[in-house]
């Protein structure tokens, strides 16, 4: 009888495990199965294509690609021969190059001792002088103003259409791009106060970096980073450093145009694949900027996600120690979804970042369809990359932001959902 009651005893504690382990993986199935199948679905309706990475605990645990890199011709129809995506390809990463490149060089140099976030911009850009008929002036402006968006920059300026900028302020250069800004381009309003996202912030930010190395920031982010972890799918201007258009997603299906509604020198045309979208990065700062301009693909992403997850090491690498880290994390008081650069979730009204992260997350989003998110609560790692642009544009908006895929929040809570939860 003893026997018999141990052999059943151990039976059913090998059921209830088995059934524990059944049910788990069959939880993990279906919880997997809902970002796979919702990003298909849309695919499916139109959406161009998109590619998601997962770190958790510094282990990839989810991976894959859905749709096309190129899939629309400029005239808005599905060409015949569509290009799929793969792992490697490299997409516009947009303004996530804010944080991946010229925040990455902030945060380095300034562990270098080479800046304070604290220093007047004009100690590193002497002719950043001079004041508005509002008496904003530009000497009195910091590092730290620029980082948290609150300098007083309008949020762009269209410097490469002479029909929408005085003439002295047209530029399809980089370096004439750059005097305008830091001689002439005015401020909009006082610094300080509430943040109004800014471009213009951050080119002045890439230009204080290539001011203080001597290298321009394309070549600062890669020497001092891309290089170190040897990333072979991360760079500013694709076409000229080896890739091909097939090694990148498209973006906008008729240049700049919005689908011929826009026009000024030099327009591009066609669909654009390989070069930046953004038209300050491409016609007036050479594809080279401290705003947009940088490609990546999924891996790559993965590797730079994890740097900030390890308080800026990866390996033996040593980019920055945590006081640094925590610095350019601490919210900004008016704003705390601001950091210095990054975009924190501390009162957890991050849209983008779903339902689940903590106020601890942080990261950036990017115009042509891309979002990055890291939470050191729960050590993971979130990278969305999509061509969301790559499609008709239409009665003023392109089809690909009305997707659930393109507005990320919901790609990130079901991350959570099935990693994490």
């Known amino acids: 009888m003893f026997q018999f009651e141990r052999k059943t005893m151990k039976t059913s504690c090998c059921y209830r495990i088995l059934l524990f382990l059944l049910i788990s993986l069959n939880n993990l199935l279906i919880n997997g199965d809902r970002i796979d199948d919702l990003i298909n679905s849309e695919v499916a309706k139109g959406f161009p294509g998109a590619g998601v990475i997962v770190v958790r605990n510094g282990e990839i645990v989810k991976k894959n690609v859905y749709g096309y890199k190129l899939r629309y011709n400029s005239n808005g129809s599905e060409i015949i021969n569509r290009e799929l995506l793969s792992l490697d390809t490299m997409f516009d990463l947009a303004s996530n190059t804010k944080m991946f490149a010229t925040n990455f060089a902030m945060m380095h140099l300034a562990s270098l001792n080479l800046l304070n976030v604290n220093d007047l911009i004009k100690k590193h850009i002497p002719e950043y002088t001079g004041c508005n008929p509002s008496n904003q002036c530009r000497d009195t402006r910091l590092i730290r103003d620029l980082?948290?968006?609150?300098?007083g920059y309008i949020p762009s300026e269209e410097f490469y259409n002479p029909k929408l900028v005085p003439t002295d302020f047209y530029s399809q250069e980089k370096h004439k791009?750059?005097?305008?800004?830091?001689t002439k381009l005015g401020f909009d309003r006082s610094r300080g106060g509430e943040p109004i996202y800014s471009d213009i912030d951050f080119m002045l930010l890439g230009t204080i970096v290539e001011r203080i190395s001597g290298l321009s920031i394309d070549q600062y982010a890669n020497k001092y980073f891309y290089e170190p972890l040897k990333l072979t799918n991360t760079?500013?201007?694709?076409l000229l450093n080896r890739f091909e258009k097939s090694d990148c997603a498209a973006t906008e299906l008729k240049g700049n145009t919005r689908n011929g509604s826009i026009s000024f020198p030099n327009v591009r045309?066609?669909?654009?694949q390989g070069q930046v979208h953004d038209e300050k990065a491409f016609y007036s700062m050479n594809g080279t900027s401290g705003h947009a301009g940088l490609f990546s693909n999924l891996n790559d992403m993965s590797l730079l996600t994890q740097i900030m997850l390890n308080n800026g090491t990866f390996h033996n690498i040593h980019f920055w120690d945590n006081a640094i880290q925590q610095l350019?994390?601490?919210?900004y008081p008016i704003d705390p979804s601001y950091g210095l650069g990054w975009r924190l979730?501390?009162?957890k009204k991050q849209w983008f970042f779903g339902e689940?992260?903590?106020k601890y997350a942080y990261g950036h989003t990017g115009w042509t369809g891309t979002c990055t998110l890291m939470d050191p609560q729960y050590s993971i790692a979130i990278v969305l990359l999509t061509n969301k642009k790559h499609s008709?544009?239409?009665?003023?908006?392109?089809a690909g932001d009305h997707f659930i895929t393109g507005n990320y929040a919901q790609i990130m809570t079901l991350a959570y959902e099935q990693f994490v939860l």
């Open 147 to 151: 980082l948290t968006h609150t300098a």
């Open 345 to 347: 979730n501390w009162n």
């Open 356 to 358: 689940h992260a903590s």
């Open 328 to 331: 350019f994390l601490t919210p």
């Open 235 to 238: 760079t500013f201007n694709p």
């Open 392 to 398: 008709p544009f239409i009665n003023g908006t392109f």
């Open 269 to 272: 045309q066609d669909v654009i």
């Open 177 to 182: 791009t750059q005097v305008i800004i830091e």
